[in-house]
């Protein structure tokens, strides 16, 4: 393999590239699928992807392959720097150069190597044994088990050479309960790790299963003004996309970023801390380094509701005159782009327990479905699985309520954290509660 | 692409256990160029090849891939998709229990090209991308932000299976898409003209790429001082692609079988009148009645040939959309609808080119007959719900008023329920088109699909502002 890299790279420099980078994922997978309250399907599959990626006089040239035959690697090399010779000219296009790398542990069990196709089946069966044993009610609509095994390798003509094994097992649920005629509201569930010992399907089953129960017997409610309560999963769907575009360099540089000029700034409520950080190995998008080999680190990004940085990786870096943060992210069949690691949002003090005992009124929010727009941040929906908080105590689901409003102003409503946290793939999130939320009755 | 020798009779091999193994070879060649703001925003070449292993044990499919295409990697392969099949019949309560009998097509295929594309230079791609974003914004100042796309995909596939296929095809898929934003005051409007196709490099540019950067820039600044067309109830004229649109998007799905299974809207539907006497609808992998359709396909991904299949005729459903395996449910043929994206990727139901017939009305008279409505032109995206409730975004109206084109208007929301819609059509005109292949269907993975037909007039919700 260690010869590969090093032929794509020799043979672009001789054709004439000042700076070449390579990288090289080479993955085993394994996956399980389940619909309509049965298994569906398994497939596995074992695919490896070289991205080559060169620069002549300040123009770039890609070409990516997944044949790793040596005359075809070079063949690839050759396109590439035949590409940058018809490309114009960028002066920030950059390919970095050596930085020091510390290898992360936890991110790579050796068991994963002997887990076959056959345990991927046996936790699918599992976890939609738990959901249905829960309750009879429960149907399961779909949701897949899934192992991958993959090693990263870069290597560039500045001297990097790097090699790093990640194990990623990962599971989703989907579904709803039915009594009679009265349908609940769908609920999803996800969660992940990177060891086998982890691994636990059944109980993020079970949640799922508790949750669609509780659901059941929704009522309408009349409108009002109060807190709503997100879980993790909620707080995915909401706010999490619209900061991740952003703290995005290449938005801000692009001005689609609300961020953009607001650096040292007030941006959320004081008790907002969030951080990228791909060295936390709870979060599946840990690894030791980026798409472009610059090592990962941890990035505070928002410390007590101000604005720290922005994500970087070595080209919108080299625009604005500072150092990559390690953002570089993409797969092998794409030039590096900006991309969040593990998103993280840091814990409150109070318990979820103690945050809704403190509420007067407001709606416990599941899940949310709506359209929410990255860029300025406005949505408008429908919340999903909601539950009543009536004088601190959770009372019954409620359906068709609508909310909307805007996320940089819910960012500033802030008004708790919870201490407990989930994990939902690459999402490190507690339950947030926010003041001023219009609830409207549908 | 060179080193394919020698695959169909590895492959071949494969095929000798008495089970039902389908082995599907794929090469796929896919470049891309974008200039946004005079800048190279993305341009690269990804080459992917490897075999996708398919079979069916205990009536239970098993699937496996790999990029390691010599004959012990394929081997391995077929192990561990007889493998999970096994682990899956374990556990599995609904098993497979047939595949419906199919002519299985053998020979090789080739899409019709005019240019072939590996022949054209990569300095040629970037040149008339790099012409088209500039073109589009020296138009007019205010033309603030423009980008043009250009993207390929080649594909080279191999096929065989144990029930007979053995097939070799070549497709040739390019587009080129262009994006122009004015802004005035606090005004602004986004405008896109674009053309997806099956077929070559001439095919692509039978309108040049600088008359494509005109036709974008033209109407981003006609738009830009346009009013909203008010929310109504009314008569509209469909364009073809907005009639692609909702053949795809709001029929096309609720007719695909495995959606009939899972309970579509048109379930007990079938020999029933679901639309007006005037609409034929059809979902074929040949480019009728217009070329270079962007959803052509010769066989599908299960060796079936993929013919004309007429979903609605005259108003009443005839067929849903087949794979072997939902024939079989139905006693029927199957269609030809299976259809994988990536040699990664298994088959599915999925549609081609999806159309209605023209007939005799042409634009001229279908305005002239109509007292008040709109003429709704450029598909945009579109949601479409199972019981056929749909919601598209059209770039622009044209209010008609006694028989008259009024005057431009901006895009508006058309939404309705599909059938009913196509139950209130009373005049289909004669010239046919089709208008959407730049976009892709997502179902799990994406497809590259075409649709269109001619004007059709017919009464629906258009919605204002979008």
């Known amino acids: 393999m260690a010869d590969i890299l090093h032929l794509a790279i020799n043979e672009a420099e001789s054709l004439g590239a000042s700076d070449v980078e390579v990288y090289l994922v080479a993955a085993k997978e394994s996956e399980v699928f389940i619909e309509n309250n049965d298994l569906k399907q398994a497939k596995s599959q074992a695919a490896s992807s070289i991205g080559i990626r060169v620069l002549l006089n300040g123009s770039l040239g890609f070409y990516s392959t997944n044949n790793l035959d040596p005359d075809r690697i070079r063949q690839a090399a050759a396109k590439a720097v035949k590409m940058a010779r018809v490309s114009p000219k960028d002066r920030f296009s950059v390919i970095p150069g050596k930085s020091k790398v510390q290898l992360l542990r936890g991110i790579y069990d050796r068991k994963a190597k002997s887990f076959e196709p056959a345990d991927a089946a046996k936790m699918a069966k599992e976890m939609l044994d738990a959901a249905r044993s829960t309750d009879s009610r429960v149907s399961v609509d779909s949701g897949n088990f899934s192992s991958v095994l993959a090693t990263h390798r870069l290597a560039n003509s500045n001297g990097l050479d790097l090699k790093e094994r990640v194990s990623i097992f990962s599971w989703s649920i989907m579904g709803m309960a039915l009594d009679g005629a009265d349908v609940s509201s769908f609920d999803f569930q996800s969660a992940g790790t990177h060891s086998v010992k982890d691994i636990d399907a059944a109980s993020t089953a079970k949640e799922f299963a508790q949750t669609v129960i509780n659901s059941l017997g929704a009522q309408k409610i009349d409108s009002f003004k109060g807190e709503m309560v997100l879980t993790p999963s909620a707080f995915v769907e909401l706010v999490e996309d619209v900061l991740v575009n952003s703290i995005n360099s290449d938005a801000v540089q692009k001005k689609s970023s609300q961020f953009a000029g607001k650096l040292g700034k007030k941006v959320a409520s004081e008790l907002l801390n969030l951080e990228d950080d791909a060295t936390n190995t709870q979060g599946l998008g840990a690894a030791s380094f980026d798409r472009e080999g610059v090592a990962h680190r941890r990035n505070v990004v928002i410390k007590d509701g101000v604005l720290k940085k922005f994500l970087y990786n070595s080209y919108t870096a080299k625009k604005d005159g500072v150092r990559s943060t390690g953002n570089a992210g993409g797969s092998a069949s794409s030039p590096p782009n900006v991309s969040t690691t593990n998103f993280i949002v840091g814990p409150g003090r109070p318990s979820l327990q103690a945050m809704i005992s403190e509420m007067r009124h407001g709606i416990l929010v599941s899940r949310f479905s709506g359209n929410v727009n990255p860029v300025n941040g406005d949505f408008s929906g429908v919340v999903k699985g909601g539950r009543l908080i009536n004088n601190g105590e959770i009372g019954p689901p409620v359906k068709e309520v609508m909310i909307a409003g805007n996320v940089f102003d819910c960012l500033k409503n802030i008004t708790g954290l919870s201490r407990e946290r989930k994990i939902l793939h690459t999402s490190v999130l507690p339950y947030t509660r926010i003041d001023g939320v219009s609830f409207t009755a549908g | ?466």
Not at chain 2, 424 to 441: A, H, L, P, Q, R
Request: aromatic share 6%; proline share 2%.
């Open chain 2, 1 to 466: 692409m060179k080193s394919d020798a020698g695959i169909m009779d590895r492959l071949q091999s494969l095929l000798s256990n008495g089970k039902y193994v389908e082995a599907r070879y794929q090469s796929r060649l896919v470049t891309e160029v974008n200039f946004v703001n005079g800048r190279l925003e993305r341009i690269k070449t990804v080459e992917n090849a490897g075999c996708g292993i398919r079979v069916l044990v205990d009536g239970c499919w098993g699937f496996s891939s790999t990029s390691d295409i010599a004959a012990e990697g394929l081997r391995d392969s077929l192990e561990q998709a007889l493998s999970v099949a096994r682990v899956l019949a374990e556990s599995k309560k609904e098993k497979v229990k047939g595949l419906a009998q199919s002519k299985m097509a053998t020979g090789t295929f080739s899409a019709k090209v005019r240019g072939n594309l590996a022949d054209i230079d990569i300095e040629d791609k970037v040149r008339v991308t790099k012409e088209a974003e500039a073109a589009t914004r020296k138009h007019s100042s205010i033309i603030k932000t423009a980008s043009a796309t250009y993207r390929e995909i080649l594909d080279h596939k191999i096929l065989v299976n144990s029930d007979g296929a053995a097939v070799e095809l070549y497709d040739s898929k390019p587009e080129f898409n262009i994006v122009a934003i004015a802004k005035k005051g606090g005004k602004n409007i986004t405008a896109n003209e674009g053309i997806g196709i099956t077929g070559g490099w001439q095919d692509l540019f039978k309108k040049s790429h600088l008359e494509l950067a005109q036709t974008a820039a033209d109407k981003a600044e006609k738009l830009l001082e346009a009013k909203h067309p008010a929310g109504e109830r009314t008569t509209l004229i469909l364009d073809p692609g907005m009639v692609g649109l909702l053949c795809h998007e709001a029929i096309g799905h609720t007719v695909e079988a495995d959606f009939v299974l899972s309970g579509s809207v048109v379930k007990d539907k079938m020999g029933q009148q679901v639309a007006s006497s005037l609409v034929t609808l059809v979902d074929s992998g040949r480019s009728d009645i217009a070329d270079n359709a962007a959803g052509t396909i010769a066989v599908d991904d299960e060796g079936v040939e993929a013919g004309r299949t007429v979903v609605i005729k005259e108003g009443v459903l005839t067929s849903y959309l087949h794979n072997r395996e939902s024939a079989f449910i139905f006693g029927t043929a199957s269609t030809g609808n299976a259809r994988a994206f990536a040699y990664s990727d298994e088959p599915l139901i999925r549609m081609r080119n999806t159309y209605i017939e023209p007939r005799s009305d042409s634009l001229d008279e279908m305005v002239k007959e109509t007292r008040h409505g709109y003429l709704v032109k450029g598909a945009r995206n579109g949601q479409a719900d199972a019981n056929g409730e749909f919601m598209f975004g059209a770039q622009e109206t044209y209010l008609i008023e006694k028989g008259e084109i009024k005057g431009i208007l901006r895009g508006a929301s058309i939404s309705g329920n599909a059938f009913d819609v196509l139950k209130s059509v009373d005049m289909v005109g004669n010239k046919f088109e089709y208008d959407i292949g730049t976009g892709y269907c997502g179902k799990y993975q994406p497809a590259k699909v075409d649709g269109g037909g001619p004007h059709i007039r017919c009464t629906a919700i258009v919605g204002g502002m979008q």
